[in-house]
């Protein structure tokens, strides 16, 4: 178990920065995804961190220890690949014993040890089975035995539900967390699917075209987002971001939203940090969850445009081509297109974004 | 015995296998049908020359007869010829110095073009130049590259000029005039030639190796000895094995370029077993003779290559 600390760090290919200047602190036994859309940099920073590739700049501390030039079998790192990269021309037990071997441990040592590994993720059965034509669930848990049984420091996962249809990434995502639990290892995860990363993840670090964006937990980046980009990537639908400006009425400060008419009046805290802000152009956010049907010349008033209907829930989306809003109601909503609506947002969801520069107004 | 106790159900399954086998014996027939001109074709070119051979094999038929080699049962012998080549020293130690030139050459050949193959794996400033550079040996018609080597190795020659430079001494070996000179010549020759072939082919292998299961490999704590043995080497075992047959199979036939250098002298010094099937037949010309040994070779070289293919097959599926 290792604390890992990003101090700095850049990386560079040519005149493409892929990572810019990130820090982060990754604490010892804690399960930390990468999230982000493809080209975001996670991977790069997973590589660096393995030691596949060197930082242009900025340092790498394992407990404090820099690893700068320590060769990647030497940090005591366990890597799971996005496609396992199990040894197919060896047998379970093989691939399970093969870090053990190459550290020339003797073959009774190494024999226990593999058995060990292998009841605890359930391989013991397959043990000489060839490792060409194993399922996929099977070559998780044996890619995560064959790290694991070198008993690395650190363990890192490259997206390694990403080639697993949708109904057993489920099943995997399960079994992984309790698998982590059980290791109680550092882990750093990288994907670009937030429900993987809300679900497995003690803490998530969003990141966008090499900047990391916002650390946190997964609810505390679900609910404040730190900037829109993390406001509008997180949830499925993402946050409703309308843009808008402060406006004085005499029910307190509220947000004009020009064709949607006016936002009900902030909440005393946020208006309070809204007006120290300074500016008056601001984006008014909302979870699409966080909207309901309010009683007709109550609430903003806006036309359907089109009802999506998923099943358990129903999307609906509403207002105007300038001003999109989706709000997530039962799926039984008596909307349809082309009728008006009149919804009304929870108070204590509403998240307000500086317009110019995409930062979080935060209630002080 | 079931179709009594549940007749409707295997009556069912009946006609699902009755179905399927005239499907299949329908196609079979097409299949036989449109594949008839290439069988043809191929009996013609393999087994009709083959079968010729067996035939004449058993004959003293020689072109100066006066008769037609289908004619050849008037000079039937039987295995006579296979007695004689039993008894034939000069047959046997032709062989054994096709074996020790392969013995030699193939594994040299094999180990330059590996470690070849290893260092242009990695990207270096010309590699593409390197890269042609390499390829030309092969392309190199080779009675010329024959009549080059004839050259290199005169005793006023380039590689006894070389030899005298690096040494300070005034070498002048008559390479081609002595026994055991001659042969390492002639085996020189061969490797120069055709390790780019076995550089090509096994750098095709190493490029296909999995880039990840080496990274796993390394991040598991291998060496680079480790990572290639365990690793590399037998996800290349496949592409090596072809490597070595055709390289095993060809310098069996090693002759063109050894025939011009040395025309297989000094003496029978570096007679191989084509030099002298080729002597027997155009300057002895008993064709019956050189019909059985031409079988005998080819009958042991192919038990050599499937044997060799047999166990890389049964070594994969273990």
């Known amino acids: 178990m290792t604390a890992i600390h990003l101090q700095n760090l850049v990386k560079r290919f040519g005149a493409f920065t892929a990572l810019k200047t990130m820090d982060l602190e990754i604490r010892d036994g804690e399960f930390m995804a990468l999230l982000g859309p493809s080209g975001c940099g996670k991977s790069t920073t997973m590589n660096m961190i393995a030691g596949m590739e060197n930082p242009s700049e900025g340092r790498i501390l394992f407990d404090g220890k820099d690893m700068n030039g320590v060769a990647m079998g030497r940090r005591g790192v366990g890597f799971v690949f996005q496609n396992y990269a199990i040894f197919t021309h060896m047998n379970v037990y093989d691939n399970l014993a093969y870090g053990l071997r190459m550290r020339r441990l003797p073959e009774g040592e190494v024999d226990s040890r593999v058995r060990k590994i292998a009841d605890f993720l359930q391989l013991s059965p397959l043990l000489k089975q060839p490792s060409a034509k194993l399922s996929v669930n099977i070559l998780q848990r044996l890619a995560i035995g064959r790290s694991a049984i070198v008993e690395p420091a650190i363990f890192l996962l490259d997206e390694p539900l990403s080639n697993v249809d949708a109904a057993f990434r489920a099943v995997m995502r399960t079994e992984l967390k309790h698998l982590q639990r059980q290791f109680r290892q550092t882990m750093v995860y990288v994907t670009h699917d937030q429900l993987e990363a809300m679900t497995m993840a003690d803490r998530i670090a969003v990141m966008d075209h090499g900047v990391l964006q916002q650390v946190g937990t997964p609810l505390e980046v679900y609910n404040n987002p730190d900037n829109l980009f993390v406001a509008g990537f997180i949830g499925a639908p993402g946050m409703n971001l309308l843009k808008g400006e402060l406006a004085d009425s005499d029910r307190g400060l509220v947000v004009d939203l020009a064709a949607l008419g006016r936002s009900a009046p902030l909440g005393p805290a946020l208006a309070a940090a809204a007006r120290s802000n300074g500016s008056r152009d601001i984006v008014y956010g909302f979870r699409p969850e966080r909207v309901s049907l309010a009683p007709s010349g109550e609430g903003m008033t806006m036309p359907v445009v089109f009802v999506e209907r998923i099943g358990a829930r129903t999307v609906v989306h509403l207002g105007t081509d300038a001003q999109r809003v989706k709000a997530v109601f039962d799926n039984d909503v008596a909307l349809e297109a082309g009728v008006s609506a009149a919804i009304a947002i929870e108070p204590g969801s509403v998240r307000l974004f500086d317009a110019a520069s995409g930062h979080g107004i935060r209630e002080a | ?318």
């Open chain 2, 1 to 318: 015995m079931t179709s009594l106790a549940n007749p409707e159900k295997v009556s069912m399954a009946d006609v699902a296998l009755d179905d399927s086998l005239r499907a299949e014996d329908g196609g079979r027939r097409l299949g036989f049908l449109l594949t008839l001109p290439a069988q043809l074709l191929v009996l013609f070119i393999a087994v009709f020359p083959l079968l010729m051979q067996l035939y004449i094999s058993l004959t003293d038929w020689s072109p100066l007869d006066g008769i037609g080699w289908w004619q050849a049962y008037e000079l039937w012998n039987s295995f006579a010829n296979y007695t004689d080549l039993m008894a034939d020293s000069r047959f046997w130690s032709a062989l054994g110095r096709t074996a020790l030139v392969m013995a030699i050459c193939v594994p040299a050949e094999f180990l330059i073009g590996l470690g070849l193959a290893i260092l242009f794996v990695d990207d270096f400033v010309g590699k593409r130049v390197f890269y042609s550079i390499m390829l030309i040996p092969m392309m190199v018609v080779p009675a010329v590259a024959g009549y080059m080597f004839f050259m290199l190795f005169q005793s006023g020659g380039p590689v006894n000029d070389i030899l005298s430079g690096l040494t300070g001494m005034n070498v002048a070996i008559a390479w081609l005039s002595d026994p055991t000179t001659a042969l390492i010549a002639v085996m020189i020759a061969d490797i120069w030639q055709w390790t780019p072939l076995m550089f090509l082919i096994l750098l095709a292998g190493l490029v296909g190796v999995p880039e990840d299961q080496v990274r796993a490999a390394t991040l598991l704590g291998a060496s680079w000895w480790q990572r290639f043995r365990t690793i590399v080497l037998p996800k290349m075992k496949t592409i090596i094995v072809i490597a070595l047959a055709i390289r095993v199979i060809e310098n069996f036939k090693i002759f063109d370029t050894l025939y011009i250098m040395t025309g297989g002298g000094p003496g029978v010094a570096t007679e191989t077993i084509s030099v002298y099937i080729y002597k027997v037949t155009q300057q002895d010309l008993i064709w019956g003779y050189v019909a059985a040994i031409a079988l005998v070779i080819l009958v042991a070289l192919s038990i050599l290559v499937s044997l060799a293919i047999s166990r890389m097959n049964a070594a994969k599926g273990a």
